[in-house]
């Protein structure tokens, strides 16, 4: 028996399927991109990304969206189906670093490893190596991408950054020690900023929030947050503006856990000195 072709001949891959559905619902209603903007109060555009396949939209536009065309969960269902799809991890990542590119303020935390933004070449670099990359030019070229990303910290318009890291990134170093005590003096460099702060959730704080959570808080210019929360696997992408207040708010009880910045320049000032500069013991 010959295999059976698909009913109806859509795409079976999630993310195509779901954009298939919201053109083919748009052109059912006659409805124009403007037209479905002013009815449900979203910028026009944003429909135009969902439909070219450049955004998934947040649950609650989708939510809207079933409203509008009367189709209840089916956008909703199509929308979890194409978000948990780990194909798409690497669009979701270049869609966090557009965001991240245009925030107007951004708060991290790591309980594990030096932020992206505060890497050195050399630790970025080692890290990317453990994660799986061998060296060549992948490597190299993502090493590169990372060291670009750190612009995003200087220069005009640059946002406020915070940054919360677990102690233990600062105990768990480079092997070599010239290029740790390169790490920990850029962190000092970085923190002096103006609009850099750096703080450290010590030891003795405990057990506290976000204890296994990797995570980056986007305050966008128009006021909303969005959420990036990574493994060393993957990474999801939170636009919902409920599950980002909760993050939120676990955020804010951390920072009252951790080390005030002055505190923390102290303790990183402490770990140079048990990491002394090479050259200058080598006199």
């Known amino acids: 028996m010959p295999p059976r072709r698909a009913v ?25 991109l403007r037209q479905l903007g002013d009815v ?28 509008h065309y009367g189709t209840p969960g089916l956008l909703l269902t199509l929308w979890e189906l194409a978000a948990g799809d780990p194909t798409q991890f690497k669009e979701r990542y270049r869609r966090f670093m557009a965001l991240e590119a245009e925030a107007a303020g951004i708060q991290q935390h790591s309980p594990g490893v030096v932020p992206g933004l505060l890497q050195t070449e050399t630790y970025a670099y080692r ?13 190299d070229q993502q090493v590169e991408a ?10 005009q318009g640059a946002p406020q950054f915070r940054a919360i890291l677990d102690e233990a990134v600062l105990r768990r170093g480079l092997l070599d020690r010239a290029e740790w005590h390169e790490q920990l003096k850029h962190l000092v460099e970085v923190a002096e900023q103006p609009n850099v702060t750096l703080q450290i959730l010590p030891f003795v704080a405990g057990l506290c929030e976000l204890a ?11 006021g909303r947050t969005a959420a990036w929360v990574e ?7 939170i636009e ?13 009880r951390l920072r009252d856990h951790a080390l005030s910045p002055r505190e923390t320049a102290e303790f990183i000032l402490r770990l140079l000195e048990e990491v002394p500069c090479p050259s200058a013991t080598s006199k």
């Open 231 to 237: 493994t060393g696997y993957d990474g999801q992408l």
């Open 146 to 155: 990372r060291m670009h990303r750190r612009e995003i910290l200087s220069g």
């Open 8 to 32: 109806t001949g859509r795409s079976q891959e999630p993310r195509q399927r779901y954009v298939e559905e919201l053109r083919l619902l748009r052109a059912q209603k006659g409805d124009s």
């Open 127 to 139: 890290l990317l190596f453990r994660g799986g990359l061998a060296p060549g030019a992948e490597l």
């Open 240 to 252: 919902e503006s409920a599950r980002v207040e909760r993050l939120q708010f676990s955020y804010d």
């Open 40 to 67: 449900l109060g979203w910028d026009w555009s944003l429909f135009g990304k969902m439909e070219s396949g450049q955004t998934l939209g947040s649950p609650e536009v989708v939510q809207a969206l079933d409203q």
């Open 212 to 222: 296994n959570t990797d995570i980056a808080l986007l305050r966008m210019p128009e």
